[in-house]
């Protein structure tokens, strides 16, 4: 009976190892292996790959951003229009064909593509394809050149995208008051565009009061087109207290983003892209995405 509950026993344990080998336990993996190899080299500028993409993509921006321009001459559009012709439908399909992958590379394509740089991407492309129905729009394509925003993930220049970070933290701490400032400013440059309007009249090109408004609105930003200026005393006295003040007010908006931006904690950030919804910015020891909870 020992002998036959021995055997009993070694067979069951031969059965459940070979029951083991037959079916392993699942090991996680990706639910789409080439779409993570994919994302990995189109988001990603930390792998040689992505390195290698990047740098090739801000050549290929460049030289359809220069395309573009040369085009616009018309000297070298007449004898090379041709040529600047198929370079750019080149570009075109080809940044089409980089878009859609982008698309595909990410679990949520339709955040991505209303993102930043998604409708960059999608700005990039679209004025080639209006270009066969309203001529001219293809030189709208010199938006390609925000594409090079890149170029501070690519040569993994992370502290300019943290700084940036803590620029667009600041402008947004402070719209209300610039809001308020501005404001201010349109108010006071209606009072001084009407006063002048009283003071110098028709006789001296002060017409109307908008056009007034546009002397104040020149003048007090000190841009001084020389267009339209007093002639009579008190005209030019009025003229130089808004010269005066324009000075002070220049300096209003500059002191307001330059407070918040010395109350902005610096944090470092990584040049990791989520690969949910493509988002950007994580600190360096963030597990998971800011924006969508997606493991990094």
């Known amino acids: 009976m020992r002998h036959e509950q021995a055997n009993l026993q070694t067979t069951a344990t031969v059965r459940y190892r070979t029951a083991m080998r037959i079916k392993p336990p699942a090991v996680e993996r990706p ?3 080439w779409r993570t190899i994919l ?5 990603e500028a930390e792998t040689t790959a992505g390195r290698a993409f990047d740098i090739i993509l801000l050549w290929c921006i460049l030289l359809s951003v220069l395309t573009v321009m040369l085009d616009s001459v018309s000297s070298i559009r007449g004898q090379y229009g041709t040529i600047l012709s198929i370079m750019e439908w080149f570009f075109t399909i080809l940044f089409t064909g980089e878009y859609i992958l982008r698309l595909i590379s990410v679990k949520r394509p339709i955040r991505y593509a209303l993102s930043f740089f998604g409708l960059v991407d999608l700005l990039a492309v679209l004025p080639t394809y209006l270009s066969l ?14 594409r090079l925003v890149r170029v501070f ?14 620029l667009v933290a600041a402008l947004q701490a402070s719209r209300r008051k610039i809001s308020v400032f501005v404001m201010t400013v349109l108010t006071l440059v209606v009072i001084l565009g009407s006063s002048m309007y009283i003071i110098e009249g028709e006789e001296h090109g002060f017409t109307d009061i908008p056009t007034s408004i546009y002397w104040a609105i020149v003048t007090l930003t000190t841009v001084g087109y ?3 200026s007093p002639h ?3 005209g030019k006295a009025f003229a130089s207290l ?20 010395s109350n902005s904690a610096k944090k470092i950030v990584s040049t990791n892209s989520c690969p949910e919804c493509s988002a950007e910015g994580h600190d360096y020891d963030a597990t998971h995405c800011k924006y969508c909870g997606a493991k990094l």
């Open 31 to 33: 639910a789409s292996h």
């Open 39 to 43: 994302h990995e080299v189109i988001f």
């Open 133 to 146: 129905v309203l001529p001219g729009s293809q030189y709208l394509l010199t938006i390609r050149v925000l």
């Open 153 to 166: 993930r690519i040569f993994k220049l992370a502290s300019y995208v943290n700084d940036a970070n803590i």
């Open 226 to 228: 020389g267009d339209l």
């Open 232 to 234: 009579t005393p008190l």
């Open 242 to 261: 808004v010269m005066l003040l324009g000075y002070g007010i220049i300096a209003v908006p500059t002191g307001i983003v330059t407070m918040e931006i």
